[in-house]
């Protein structure tokens, strides 16, 4: 059937039937097209969405996604024709329905995940089969080696080439921006890319985002790493593993974060880039995404395993999650908390000595320090200035400006201080209630929205004394942050009382 184009601008995937041309062509919404530009040669295939008003019968709506393949104008006259379901979701339901997924089979998913032939619906049970059913290690290979062989890798002539990550789960945990400064003033290269925030208040892209552009190609990722030793990028504008952050952008709204995937996810980065050596952090605790140590021990397990299957060398490290990294969640406001340790300040202490160990790790693997001393080597590289300067060289090549100070960066212009309700020490910050309070402020969005901690799990307060802060941009965020942490209540101040029925509340 010929129809003629008309271009939306509209971030879907797909394409835009009148409900007549459709019924016509005995096509109904969640089935396929086929789209041929005679002229060009050019085609795709596209599930369909119908409307009986938005365009007119004789037309046919192209999303901006699908037409960066089609490269066709306005009012040209296009073939349009039914076309078969693709093989990769007969593997979806075959995972929906507890089976195992080969490695041809995952494949074809993730192709089809990459060239937006399936849709939003049906990547989405993907997603949550293998969240529900779970992956196992051959099928997480599968996932990784598929993941990387759908988008574009790094090749660096000097190695050992470094990267870490860290699973989250934990609020504040804005390490990167002291250990990747840190590790490319050792003389190490390290090509960061990172993740926006998932279930957080801010990813370390989202972070980054504060002092310079994220997004960059692969090529400028590798040419930028080989100029100035590192970078902290955006891993979803690099085409690197670009099957990862479709995925991600279909786990965000479930607040999902499916164990196999994320290893896959994890891994397919660090393989992409051409790292030889990882450190990844496991937070590990209540509130956290790994609840005991036993846990940990076993996802680090996994993940040393995979590394031995595509040839990295992977060590892990358990860390304490029951607390925020640092005293800030949100990007403005854990920005200008790591860069004012970079700049020499000694505090706050979670956050120096959790990156300084990391740091460490990655440090004695690759031979730029003895075996329980990289920690110090680390701590010499930020004392000395050389990971200020490191830092500095990084925003620029990635097109910020290299003099911002830590006092330039400000959180948003409206607050509310949370105070201790009586005397008594802080006995409980619920990290899940205080990253819900940050979203609900406009985090990682508003990069000035967020909370600042003023007295953490330990400290003695006085009735009146802050307790934290919570910072927007927007009057009205603020207002249904304060009202949503009326009911989530996560603060919990103590004397000889142990508990009050009901509970008094904090605001």
Not at 36 to 43: H, I, L, N, Y
Not at 128 to 142: H, K, P, Q
Not at 267 to 286: E, H, L, N, T, Y
Not at 369 to 374: D, I, M, P
Request: charged share 25%; proline share 5%.
């Amino acid at each position: 059937m010929k129809l003629t184009v008309k271009l939306l601008d509209i971030a879907n995937r797909g394409v835009l039937l009148h409900s007549t041309d459709a019924r016509t062509m005995r096509i109904r919404d969640g089935d396929r097209v086929q789209i041929a530009d005679e002229a060009t040669g050019k085609s795709a295939q596209a599930h369909v969405d119908t409307t009986g008003s938005l365009i007119e019968p004789g037309a046919i709506g192209v999303y901006r996604p699908l037409n960066a393949a089609l490269a066709v104008d306005e009012g040209t006259s296009v073939e349009v024709r039914g076309a078969e379901r693709p093989a990769s979701l007969s593997h979806i339901k075959k995972k929906m329905d507890g089976g195992r997924l080969a490695k041809d089979e995952t494949l074809d998913i993730v192709r089809d995940i990459v060239s937006d032939t399936l849709s939003p619906g049906e990547i989405t049970a993907y997603v949550t089969a293998s969240y529900i059913n779970g992956l196992d290690m051959d099928e997480v290979e599968y996932l990784t080696r598929a993941m990387v062989d759908t988008g574009e890798r790094l090749h660096f002539t000097r190695h050992p080439v470094v990267d870490k990550h860290s699973i989250g789960g934990v609020p504040g945990n804005k390490i990167t921006l002291l250990i990747a400064p840190i590790i490319a003033a050792s003389g190490l290269p390290i090509p960061k890319t990172s993740s926006r925030a998932i279930t957080g208040a801010g990813g370390t892209a989202d972070l980054m985002e504060v002092l310079a552009p994220v997004s960059f190609s692969a090529l400028e990722v590798q040419q930028m790493t080989e100029k100035v030793g590192g970078v902290i990028v955006w891993g979803g504008a690099t085409n690197i593993a670009p099957a990862d952050d479709k995925i991600i952008t279909y786990e965000y709204p479930l607040r999902i974060d499916a164990r196999g995937q994320m290893i896959a996810s994890v891994m397919a980065k660090k393989f992409a880039v051409g790292a030889d050596i990882v450190v990844i952090d496991i937070p590990v605790g209540r509130n956290t995404k790994i609840a005991t140590a036993q846990e940990g021990r076993k996802l680090a397990r996994e993940f040393i395993e995979l590394g031995e299957r595509l040839g990295m060398r992977v060590e892990c490290a358990l860390s304490y999650g029951e607390s925020l990294v640092g005293h800030t969640i949100g990007p403005n406001l854990e920005v200008r908390e790591a860069l004012a340790v970079l700049e020499g300040a000694t505090e706050p202490n979670s956050l120096i000595l959790k990156s300084l160990s990391i740091a460490g790790i990655a440090l004695e693997m690759a031979g730029k320090a003895a075996y329980g001393q990289g920690a110090e080597v680390a701590g010499n590289l930020l004392r000395n200035g050389k990971a200020l300067e490191k830092m500095r060289q990084i925003i620029e090549i990635q097109g910020g400006d290299p003099t911002v100070k830590a006092e330039d960066i400000v959180p948003g212009d409206y607050q509310f201080v949370v105070r201790a309700p009586q005397d008594g020490y802080v006995i409980e910050l619920n990290n899940s209630a205080l990253v819900t309070l940050a979203r609900l402020a406009g985090s990682p969005y508003d990069h000035g929205a967020g909370l600042d901690i003023h007295a953490k799990k330990g400290t003695r307060v006085r009735k009146g004394d802050p307790i934290f802060t919570i910072y927007a941009e927007r009057e009205w965020r603020l207002e249904r942050a304060i009202e949503v942490g009326r009911v989530l209540m996560p603060v919990v101040v103590e004397g000889m009382v142990l508990e009050r029925i009901p509970p008094e509340r904090w605001v």
